[in-house]
């Protein structure tokens, strides 16, 4: 989901939404939520939308930058970590 976005937590609904449309079983896998173009933002914006997501229950939330690789380190980490506590 796009920090860009003016309101990224109805995006993520909608986004959800459609998914279920698309097939409900998509729902029920594990959820990572990217909140990406962290570099077109400011620190703010990002803390304001990392509030929402957490007061909505959304666990597994990043913050990554494609342009400034920020943020994309951290979360391939917590993904291998995640993958390798599976086997």
């Given at each position: 989901?796009?920090?860009e976005n003016e309101d990224p937590l109805t995006t993520y609904k909608l986004i959800r939404s459609?998914?279920?449309k698309f097939d409900p079983e998509?729902?029920?896998k594990e959820e990572w939520v990217?909140?990406?173009q962290s570099d077109l933002v400011e620190a703010d914006t990002i803390e304001h939308v990392q509030k929402l997501f957490k007061k909505a229950k959304?666990?597994?939330v990043a913050v990554v930058s494609g342009e400034t690789e920020e943020g994309v380190?951290?979360?391939s980490?917590?993904?291998i970590?995640?993958?390798r506590s599976l086997v």
């Open positions: 989901v796009s920090l459609e998914l279920k998509h729902l029920k990217l909140l990406t959304i666990a597994r380190k951290e979360f980490d917590q993904l970590k995640y993958l």
